[in-house]
């Protein structure tokens, strides 16, 4: 039995490495910003995007919440489980790149300026 | 107990399968081309899925019949499975299943992998809460536009078809969906309101009319006569209601009804509905 | 780590006012008892429904008296409308789908037995799981009051079926029915989301982690296989459905139009020109469907899986004979889990989806018929070479089998996408989803209750009226479902309020009374389960620890169990599940929690355990 | 084998019951399932705006003052927040409850702080027309597609039902990390880890948020 002292709990990681991800964090979010302004087409910008926040939601997981001090099957249970989900709400899109094709046209009037109601 | 549940499950079985069998319980006689294949791939597979479900309910009430506590045996048989079984049954089974999904693909892609062939007879349909509007395109083939701020329920411009466009001139809106014998369609299935959806029973053929979406839709009608056409999709209170009837008229006698203009247009339909009899309940 | 366990041991002691007892009280067994009552009486209100129904559409224009007076709306001098038909089609979906087929079976027998069978002494987060029930209850309560609001002009509840497709769903001036009790319906399901949500991480954190010492994976019941599952799959597809539950109240509530498209004209209002019909435009009615279904078909093994596990558990005791091809089993189980989430479009084949998905969907979905005919052949595996003992429960289980394989047959042609065109929305598919659905996993609760009964109530169920329940219920089921298909086949439409409309339906006639006629006896044969269920507390002849000879931890405590389950030793596990008629025991059962077997003379020197579960994959 | 032979042979692996297979305790691992769960509901609203965005014309008002700056400095502030929080954690982990409570209370001010400048930045939306039933007219005519198709309103929709549904997920998580501090020396070391987690989660939200609301949204001036 590995019985666990009361005290002093093991918490892998040094404030410096944390510092340090967050270091990398705010750099990517500079980065994120500064893409904003270069003109791009969007799929390429949507792509860069994405990427770059799987490399940010990676880095808070795996450090931040400590993932990659856990046991190998602790992240086993939980990653694909929400990958597989997340991948599976993808199969979505194509209807909506479809009804570009499919969308009856009509001509739209503007809506009265500022609604008051509601 | 164990006899008596047994005979209970094979009667039940037997009287199951045996509705199938009642003719007057089945599709009525179909008029569309794709309806052929259709058939059979339902044939095949009402086939395939019977003996299954003969199989396991017999077996099952074999089972019961045959395994029921007595005082032959002290003790069951102690066995934890086969593996052999476990695998030949799973790639039995996976084999029967995958084999009925392909095969009913190829109606399915025949009717809506490709867009309808050219010189198809192009109807608009448009569902309303509970009334049908088939938008003719007339002799010239092209719809008039339409607009959903010029649609007045009132002045029984349903669709909001654009008097002043040139293409409207000859258009016609009925309640009543009429097409050719023996030449391709194509509807464009669009909704003003909720879903909707158009179905024959005739045709083996339903779609759902979807709010702000064109969907195009293709198939071929055969046999002339008159068909109950129904809508499918829950529409809200009077969606029982929403009834329509699809003509299925010779091309001649629809190249004379199109050429009409739209008062005369309805009482030629007014006529032909009078004409042509419901298919007799077989 | 065991240290740990045990510190969980008696977080919270035996309570002993009456409300902390039976109220709000904290113990699994209890909350496991109060869901199966939410579910006894949302049955009761589900089947009233159904036979409203039914009489509605045999003999249109039944007066009821009492309805004039409850609903003057929706049954003027007790004359059913249509929209009152339909809102009762409504509610009797979502009531059965919800409040019935997910709370009993997970929350009710789950809540109640998986601590119990895999030896821990509570659920992980006791607080948790009275909050899970609370919500659900609210949720219950809100649903209800939804069939009594409106819009302003009549009393009929919501109309939606129980799929709530938008824009019908999202536009509260579709006509009557799109009123409050709309709003109210979403509210309750968004509810129940985040109720299902919260037992489910209980359920699942509970099977991890507190699993007695012995008790690996491999030796759990499938029973608890089937939970968890269950678990993991409400865990991942509520969330879902609350997402888009949100989204459709905010349609309906802020004037937005995630569902709804531009151009609607309603009630001779065009959209954005009237204040009564605000402007709507470029939401997508599919995306509805898209996130529902997301949900919805998870949520249809979410019903069934506790069932399927019930089954295979009562199937082995009564044969006495261990569950033929555990492994495979499991498997099977998981892999309808998983595929589970890779075929909800086989509900939107002719919604407008892209046809290619469709036809991707179709396969998938004909696949997932593998697992479940793996698991109907290992039952009818278990019952070979079995000594089956028939009692109702084992009735109610065979009767499982075959019902499940009655509906489930018929997935295998709606899953085409071909033979889908003319069957869906027909009344086809309601007689699928009945079958399976509507009573297979009805069935494999009443097998459940009637095999569990014992030991929640410590008597047990009176076996002769359980028969005879059992004959009237087996019987009338197959009769008003089966003919559905014949409808389905000649074509008839759900969701109608008559079908007095149609000639090519009028063949039919003769059927659709027949079947109300069932319906009606079988709903009245209910009324002799209540009766056993309510007597038996009282009267039933006395239970013993193990009235069953059954082998799994619920069998080796008092019944029913003590506050803590264990009576403050938890259990030792030494051997898989389902050990019966092990050759040279002793008795023709094994506990799990006998360490030796007593080899009498015959035993050919094999070790009585092989059915360790572990299959030799360990040591 | 003897029985207690046996019996203390099982513990030994990981599944074999009577351990935590993860060595993780019951509300760790049921928080990290309430994070898989809550993740999907936020997948989903994300798809759906993805969904609903490609298949519309959509308005990209995004200045890049007001909104860019302050949204990138919100995103600074939820950063820093999930550092200040893993550093509470940490000192937790040593037994320092009294750092471990200043960092909390320092996680909180971000927290807080990303609350205040997000609510400036509705006001300041808001005051600029937008609604989440419609735009602002002259937004109306500015982001019109060339063939005249006009730009969704579902703009506002998606973008005050995504944010607001985070900044609620931030706001709640306010007040559970002042329950925590205030009840700190009650607390094991793990509640404030999970704590920690819960938090940390708001911050990932917000990673694809923050891109796919705002950066995706810039007012490049193209049109
Ligand atoms: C669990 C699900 C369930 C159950 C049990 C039932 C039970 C019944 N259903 Fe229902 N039904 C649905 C789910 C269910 N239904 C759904 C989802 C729809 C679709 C709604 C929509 O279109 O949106 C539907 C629709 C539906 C229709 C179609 C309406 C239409 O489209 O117009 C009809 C028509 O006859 C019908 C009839 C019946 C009948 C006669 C019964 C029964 O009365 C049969 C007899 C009842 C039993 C045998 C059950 C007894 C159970 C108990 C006593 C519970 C025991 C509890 C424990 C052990 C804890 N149902
Ligand atoms: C408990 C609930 C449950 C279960 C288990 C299932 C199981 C299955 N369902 Fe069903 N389904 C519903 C509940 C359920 N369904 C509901 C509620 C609806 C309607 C929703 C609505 O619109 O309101 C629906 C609707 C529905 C549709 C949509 C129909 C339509 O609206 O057009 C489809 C289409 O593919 C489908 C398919 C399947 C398949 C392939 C299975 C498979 O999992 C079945 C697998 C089982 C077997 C195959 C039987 C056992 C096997 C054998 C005996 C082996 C031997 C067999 C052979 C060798 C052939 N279901
Ligand atoms: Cu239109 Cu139903
Ligand atoms: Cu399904």
């Known amino acids: 039995m590995s019985a666990h002292a009361e005290k002093h709990e093991h918490f892998a990681g040094s404030n410096k490495l ?16 500064v893409l904003a302004y270069r003109p791009m087409a969007i799929h390429f910008m949507l792509t860069i995007l994405l990427g770059l926040s799987i490399i940010k939601a990676a880095l808070i997981v795996a450090y931040f919440m400590h993932l990659k001090f856990e046991r190998l099957s602790l992240i086993l249970t939980i990653v694909p489980m929400l990958v597989i989900c997340i991948c599976l709400l993808f199969v979505f899109f194509p209807d909506s790149f479809r009804s570009h094709g499919l969308r009856y046209k009509f001509k739209e009037t503007p809506p009265a300026p500022a609604a008051e109601s509601h | ?85 476990e695998v030949i049954w799973t790639v039995v089974t996976a084999i029967i299943f995958i084999g009925l999904a392909v095969m009913g693909q190829s109606v399915w892609a025949s009717l809506r992998f490709n867009d309808a062939p050219p010189g198809s007879y192009q109807v608009e349909v448009v569902g309303q809460q509970f009334q049908w509007n088939f938008h003719y395109p007339g002799t010239d083939k092209v719809f008039g536009r339409t607009e959903p701020n010029l649609i007045d329920d009132s002045a029984l411009n349903f669709i909001g078809l654009d008097e002043a466009d040139p293409n409207a001139k000859d258009d016609a809106v009925h309640t009543v969906l009429a097409i050719p014998a023996g030449r391709p369609v194509e509807l464009l299935l669009r909704s003003k309101d909720v879903i909707h959806n158009i179905w024959v029973p005739q045709l083996r053929f339903k779609q759902d009319m979807v709010p702000g979406m064109v969907i195009r839709v293709h198939f071929t009608a055969n046999t002339p006569g008159k068909y109950e056409l129904a809508c499918a999709e829950l529409c809200g209170q009077l969606h029982f209601q929403m009834k329509s009837y699809l003509l299925v008229l010779p091309d001649d006698e629809l190249g004379a009804l199109t050429a009409l203009p739209q008062d005369q247009f309805q009482t030629r339909m007014t006529e032909l509905l009078a004409k042509y009899k419901l298919p007799a309940q077989n | 780590m065991s240290g740990e366990t045990h510190e969980a041991v008696h977080r919270h002691p035996a309570p002993t006012g009456f409300i902390r007892k039976y109220i709000f009280s904290l113990d699994h067994k209890v909350i496991g008892i109060q869901y199966i009552m939410l579910a006894l009486v ?35 001098d007790g004359m059913m409308t249509p929209e009152f038909y339909l809102s009762l089609v409504t509610m009797h979906g979502t009531i059965m789908v919800f409040f019935v087929l997910t709370t009993a079976p997970q929350g009710g027998f789950g809540n109640y037995f998986l601590p119990i069978q895999i030896g821990a002494e509570d659920m992980a987060f006791p607080v948790l799981n009275m909050l899970s029930f609370w919500v659900t209850l609210v949720g219950f309560i809100v649903i209800l009051s939804a ?87 409400a865990l991942l597809s509520f969330p879902v459905l609350l997402g888009g539950g949100i989204l459709l109240l905010l349609d309906r509530l802020a004037g937005t139009s995630f569902f709804i498209p531009g151009g609607l004209y309603l009630s001779g209002i065009l959209s954005g020109t009237d204040e009564r019909f605000p402007l709507h435009t470029g939401g997508s009615p599919i995306l509805w469907q898209h996130l529902f279904w997301f949900f919805g078909h998870p949520e249809v093994y979410i019903a069934i899986l506790p069932g399927m596990g019930a089954t295979s558990h009562i199937l082995s005791t009564f044969a006495r004979k261990p569950v033929f091809g555990y492994r495979a089993m499991v498997f099977a189980i998981f892999a309808i889990g998983l595929l589970g989430f890779f075929v909800w479009g086989h509900h939107m084949f002719i919604s407008g989806m892209s046809p290619y998905s469709a036809m991707t969907f179709s396969i998938l979905t004909l696949s997932i018929g593998v697992p479940s005919a793996v698991k109907t052949f290992n039952w009818l595996g278990t019952l070979w070479g079995g000594r089956i003992r028939f009692t109702t429960a084992m009735l109610f289980a065979i009767g499982f089998v075959s019902l499940f394989v009655a509906g489930g047959i018929t997935g295998l042609v709606l899953g085409q996408t071909s033979l889908d065109l003319p069957m869906h929305d027909t009344y086809f598919v309601t007689a699928h989803f009945h079958l399976v659905m509507g009573v297979a996993s009805i069935f494999g609760m009443f097998a459940a209750t009637y095999f569990w009964f014992p030991k929640m109530c410590g008597r047990l169920m009176n076996e002769s009226l359980g028969k005879f329940h059992f004959w009237i219920t087996f019987i009338g089921v197959y009769c008003i479902f089966v003919p559905m298909h014949t409808m389905g086949i000649v074509g008839m439409p759900r969701r109608f309020a008559q079908f007095t409309e149609y000639e090519y339906l009028k063949t039919l006639h003769p059927l659709v009374v027949f079947v109300s006629i069932a319906a009606i006896a079988t709903v009245l044969a209910q009324i002799v389960f209540y009766f ?12 013993g620890e193990n009235p069953w000879d059954a082998t799994t931890l619920e069998w080796t405590t008092a019944s029913p169990p003590p506050h803590d389950n264990f009576a403050g030793h938890l259990p030792v596990v030494y051997r898989g599940p389902y050990e019966f008629a092990v050759p040279g025991a002793a008795n023709d059962f094994v506990m799990q929690t006998e360490p030796e077997v007593i080899l009498q003379a015959v035993g050919s020197g094999r070790e009585g355990t092989s059915g360790n579960g572990h299959d030799g994959h360990r040591h | 084998m003897s029985t207690e032979a046996r019996a203390a042979h099982f513990p030994a692996a990981d599944w074999d019951g009577g351990v935590f297979p993860y060595r993780v305790g019951h509300r760790k691992l049921g928080m990290w399932l309430f994070i898989v769960s809550d993740s999907l509901t936020f997948s989903a609203l994300l798809i759906g705006y993805s969904y609903l965005r490609a298949s519309n014309v959509w308005p990209t008002p995004f200045p890049f003052y007001p909104s860019i700056v302050f949204s990138s400095v919100m995103t600074f502030c939820l950063l820093s927040s999930s550092l200040t929080m893993v550093f509470a954690v940490s000192a937790s982990s040593r037994g320092d409850r009294a750092k471990a409570r200043k960092w909390i209370l320092g996680t909180i001010f971000f927290g807080l702080a990303f609350l205040v400048l997000h609510l400036i930045e509705w006001n300041h939306l808001y005051s600029e027309g937008l609604r989440p039933f419609s735009l602002p007219a002259d937004w109306v005519t500015r982001y019109a597609a060339p063939d005249g198709t006009l730009p969704s309103p579902l703009f506002g929709a998606t973008f005050f039902t995504i944010t607001g549904l985070h900044m609620f997920h931030v706001f709640t998580g306010a007040i559970y990390l002042a329950v925590v501090a205030a009840r700190l020396n009650k607390l094991k070391h793990e509640d404030v880890e999970i704590s920690g987690l819960y938090w940390h989660f708001v911050d990932l939200v917000w990673m694809f948020v923050f891109p796919l609301i705002y950066i995706m949204t810039v007012d490049i001036g193209a049109h």
């Open chain 3, 147 to 233: 069939i009594f609001f409106s819009g302003a002009d009549s009393t009929v509840g919501p109309i939606g079926g129980w799929t709530g497709y938008a824009p019908l769903s999202a536009l509260p001036n579709a006509g009557p029915g799109q009123g409050m009790g709309m709003d109210l319906w979403i509210i309750s399901i968004a509810i129940f989301c985040v109720g299902s949500l919260l037992g489910a991480l209980n359920f699942i954190t509970t099977l991890l982690n507190m699993r007695t010492r012995g008790m690996s994976l491999m030796r759990m019941p499938l029973t608890c296989w089937a939970w968890f599952t269950t678990a993991v799959l």
């Open chain 2, 1 to 85: 107990m164990g006899r008596a549940l047994a005979v209970i499950i094979w009667i039940l079985t037997l009287l199951s399968v045996s509705l199938f069998f009642v003719d007057k319980w089945w599709f009525p006689t179909a008029i569309s081309s794709h309806a052929a294949a259709l058939d059979r791939q339902f044939l095949i597979t009402i086939i395939v899925v019977g003996v299954s479900f003969t199989a396991a309910q017999v077996g099952l009430g074999y089972m019961v019949w045959k395994y029921r506590e007595d005082a032959d045996r002290s003790r069951a048989t102690y066995t934890h499975g086969s593996s052999k079984l």
């Open chain 3, 532 to 543: 056993n269920l309510v007597w038996s507390i009282f009267k039933g002849k006395r239970a």
């Open chain 3, 42 to 76: 949302a049955v009761l209100v589900g089947m009233t429904m159904s036979v409203l129904m039914r009489m509605n559409l045999s003999w249109p224009g039944t007066n009821w008296p009492i309805l004039g007076t409850l609903f003057p709306g929706g049954a003027p």
């Open chain 1, 18 to 33: 944390f510092t340090s991800i967050w270091i990398w964090l705010v750099l990517l979010t500079v980065i994120e910003i």
